[in-house]
């Protein structure tokens, strides 16, 4: 679940719902600044790219806050075995896009020092390196798309995956991915609060603006138990709320 910010305490978003949030943005994708349309692999990947998620995404007590944890406070010990098996699955149907996924997972740690392997959180990041590096040449193999191709999709994939972290978090230093310009040449995207929603520089989507409606659920917090947070998570409806985007010039209209 992503956690985020709303009028009356925090709006919660399933991982799968944040999935179709992130393919709608690489169906948006493309622009003089970064070239385009993605490509259909690329949506794909983007609507599958939290598949391990998938029965395992239910409201775990964030004690501190009254609301159910975010991704990032989930231990590595149950966080890194989805970030292998959702690609895994994907890619028995979908090589390509199990590999695009693989890597943007993989991507998101970084390589452990030996002298750090001390530490058992590193040792369960470079272990999942490890699994993961050997997934990728597993999938790599059933693939014939080059290799700049395959660094062009998987970092749009990453691009409107961090776009979609920053909405509904509302917290805009989460963009800051390096995705190919329309020369070739890297560019690197970020994000600024704007009136209603972010901006986004240089502007990577086709529109002149995207706006997307999202499901989830408004919880009030300050939940004293995981008893008491499944009640209120299973009470709560399910509302949509709009997420705005636009560009930079655009961010004090």
Known sequence: MIIGPHPRGYFVVLQRDHATMTAQLARAWGSPAVGGPADEVVVVAAAEHER???????????????????????????????????????GESDPHAGLLVAIKHCNRYRPVAPQALLLRRHRQVARFRRDSARLQRDLRARIAAPDSEIDRQWRTLHACDTISHAQLTAVPRLVGAVVPGADGRPVTLTSAAAEGGLSIDPWP?????????????????????????????????????????????????
């Open 52 to 90: 391990g998620w998938d029965g395992r995404d239910l409201p775990i007590l964030d004690p501190a806050a009254g609301v159910p944890c975010g991704p990032g406070d989930i231990p590595l010990a149950a966080h890194l075995p989805m970030q292998l098996d959702g690609p895994r699955e994907l």
């Open 205 to 253: 989507f086709s529109g002149a603006e995207v706006r997307l409606d999202v499901p989830g659920r408004v919880l009030a917090g300050g939940c004293t138990s995981q008893a008491e947070l499944e009640r209120a998570f299973t009470a709560a409806p399910v509302e949509m709320q709009e997420f705005l985007l636009v560009p930079a010039q655009r961010r004090s209209a």
